[in-house]
């Protein structure tokens, strides 16, 4: 697997493009994050649908810099980046997986690895149906299960600054049709979960600009439990409390991000 120092001259040179200033926060602080945790489950918000450009390649920089190059990424992406031709080759390379993984065989991987990181957007495909300065519901919950069966803390990284980077329009039901049978309706329907049909509306991605200024802070969030009922609602209810805290938790760095 690549190391992060081998993205870092590729994430550098395009956040150089992206932002002309950029702020980061950590606590506690980043060096001791690193030194004391050698893998982590990396959590953004999303804020527009390209709106995690800027976001990994600021955190890549400042991992490299405090001596974390030598760190393994590998993303959590969704099926449908590996099911379209001109994405596949962009979802291998940030996934560093030719697949996506099944759920057991992602928390093998990850339990196995010595030093490395599992990056999650966990809003996924919600990002597309929502304003960027806001921070939308989870689509999954099990990045939660994740780092407690891995027994990793969650680095949760927020940022502002590119919520202009999208809008939102209306979305007329023979577009919707189009799209089905140019992407086919099973590739759609798995990505937006029905969404876009529900809705009529859309967050569209538009063309990235400079930015003057985009900022982030991380925080490390200790799950409050190491163990989960093997099966039944029990589990499933501890896991949606904690992906609560972290939801809440999100959402107030952001709201201090804006202040």
């Known amino acids: 697997m690549r190391r992060l120092i081998e993205y870092e001259a590729v994430t550098s040179r395009l956040l150089g493009l992206l932002a002309r200033s950029t702020k980061f926060e950590s606590q506690p602080g980043l060096d001791r994050i690193l030194a004391e945790n050698p893998k982590l489950l990396v959590v ?28 393994k990424p590998f993303a959590v992406m969704d099926r449908f980046f590996y099911s379209v031709p001109l994405l596949q080759s962009l979802a291998k390379y940030i996934s560093q997986t030719d697949r996506p993984l099944r759920f057991q065989e992602l928390i093998e991987a990850f339990q196995k690895m010595e030093a490395g990181d599992l990056v999650v957007f966990p809003e996924g495909s919600n990002c597309f149906f929502g304003p960027g300065d806001k921070l939308q519901p989870f689509r999954s919950n099990r990045f939660v299960e994740i780092a407690i069966e891995a027994r990793v803390p969650i680095l949760i990284c927020v940022h502002r600054g590119s919520e202009h980077w999208a809008k939102t329009v209306p979305v ?34 538009l063309l990235p600009t400079p930015m003057d200024h985009f900022e982030m802070c991380v925080e490390l969030h200790q799950p409050s439990t190491w163990t989960l009922p093997t099966a039944g609602a029990e589990r499933t209810e501890r896991i949606e409390a904690e992906a609560r805290q972290v939801f809440e938790k999100m959402t107030g760095m952001l709201s201090e991000l804006t202040r």
């Open 44 to 71: 953004f918000n999303h804020g527009t649908p390209l709106s995690w450009l800027p976001a990994a390649c600021l955190l890549t920089s400042h991992v490299c810099a405090r001596g974390g190059g030598h760190r």
């Open 172 to 205: 007329a039901p023979w577009l919707y049709l189009s799209l089905q049978s140019i992407l086919g309706g099973t590739v759609i329907d798995r990505f937006f979960q029905g969404r876009l049909e529900k809705s009529g509306k859309v967050t569209i991605p």
